[in-house]
């Protein structure tokens, strides 16, 4: 499956628009709160194992965005925007929403 950002896959015609498709993923408030937490601790470094987390998370929502577009019988995803939101009270819940336009080309 192709996938892009953009509007259009260079050098391919859509044939067909199936729809928009999308995949959500959560992660839990115990990750969250580290999360913040961590961030006050770090001083010019990264979070290797935090962003590994959300790596991860962003990649189960790609992987559901594409699930839903091959059983609409879709060989690509165009358009794609991906979002990351806090959720739940106090922003307790980490969600990445995936979203794209699923085509045939």
């Known amino acids: 499956m192709i996938l892009t950002t953009t509007p259009q896959i260079e050098g391919q015609t859509i044939r067909e628009y199936k729809g928009v498709v999308t995949g959500e993923t959560i992660i839990g408030a115990n990750f969250v709160k580290d999360f913040f937490a961590g961030i006050r601790d770090i001083v010019g470094g990264r979070a290797a194992s935090y962003e590994q987390v959300l790596q991860e998370a962003k990649e189960t929502s790609m992987r559901e965005m594409m699930q839903r577009a091959q059983a609409m ?28 336009t699923a085509v045939v080309i």
């Open 73 to 100: 019988g879709a060989n690509a995803i165009v358009g794609i925007d991906i979002d990351y939101e806090t959720i739940g009270a106090s922003g307790s819940m980490l969600m990445v929403a995936t979203s794209g």
